[in-house]
């Protein structure tokens, strides 16, 4: 049986996105966009999908949580021996996608994926709680496994070594888990307008434009 969902139409009326209107540089645009979602108090402002692509050039995507951004990139955390992480060892070419979809609004980035060095990937790993980094320990992320029982195993194995709860004694980092920086080549913001004619700006790296940066609109 198909479902058609043809009936479903939304009315992008939110705002409008304007030349004028656009930061110089596509950061300090993304940063008025995020202010303007977080104060919006929605659900979760820091989920974005992240797209890569196998050695074949097959691609796959995934929500992640980016934990910190500035001109040097998008910063996520995940395991470094999961499905996402062999394909950026073997293409580390990568797009995240933003979808503010209450404000109609969607913010797309491309560049490439850089492990992180492991003293930023330390101070995060401290400031996570204790649940969470025991978690690290049970998961063998992207891996098939025969139950869940299997993962409720390891977590205890991992609470036998560290110690179990919120308190206790630190836990190291698992030596699998780490994260990425993805540079930004390429950045595009679309504003949702009435009858489909929405507004969109790609900012790309242009050492001849002023700022580094040239801007173009796009057809919807
Ligand atoms: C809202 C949301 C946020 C997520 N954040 C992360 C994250 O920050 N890191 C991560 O490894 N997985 C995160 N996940 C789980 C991933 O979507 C995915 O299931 C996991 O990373 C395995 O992906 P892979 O098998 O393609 O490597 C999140 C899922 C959702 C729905």
Redesign the pocket.
């Known amino acids: 049986m198909s479902r058609d969902l043809g009936h479903l139409r939304e009315h992008y009326v939110a705002g409008t996105l304007r030349r004028a209107d656009l930061a110089a540089d596509p950061v300090a645009q993304f940063e008025r966009w995020w202010d303007e979602w977080v104060a919006a108090g929605r659900?979760?402002p820091?989920?974005?999908v992240?797209a890569?692509a196998d050695a074949d050039g097959r691609p796959?995507?995934?929500?992640?949580?980016?934990?910190e951004f500035d001109a040097h990139g998008f910063v996520?955390?995940?395991?470094l021996e999961?499905?996402?992480?062999?394909?950026l060892a073997a293409n580390p070419q990568a797009s995240l996608v933003f979808g503010w979809l209450d404000q109609d609004r969607q913010v797309r980035v491309e560049g490439s994926a850089a492990p992180l060095d492991d003293a930023t990937v330390d101070a995060y790993w401290s400031s996570r709680p204790r649940g969470s980094q025991l978690g690290a320990w049970a998961s063998t992320?992207?891996a098939v496994v025969p139950d869940r029982a299997a993962i409720e195993a390891r977590l205890a194995d991992a609470e036998a070594r560290f110690g179990a709860g919120d308190e206790g004694p630190a836990v190291p980092r698992p030596p699998y888990w780490g994260?990425y920086r993805v540079s930004i080549e390429r950045m595009e913001f679309w504003q949702g307008r009435p009858d489909r004619l929405h507004d969109r700006f790609a900012y790309r790296r242009d050492a001849s434009a002023p700022g580094g940066w040239s801007v173009e609109r796009l057809s919807p």
């Open positions: 659900y979760d820091a989920a974005c992240l890569t796959s995507a995934r929500f992640v949580l980016c934990r996520l955390y995940t395991n999961s499905r996402k992480a062999a394909d992320q992207s994260g």
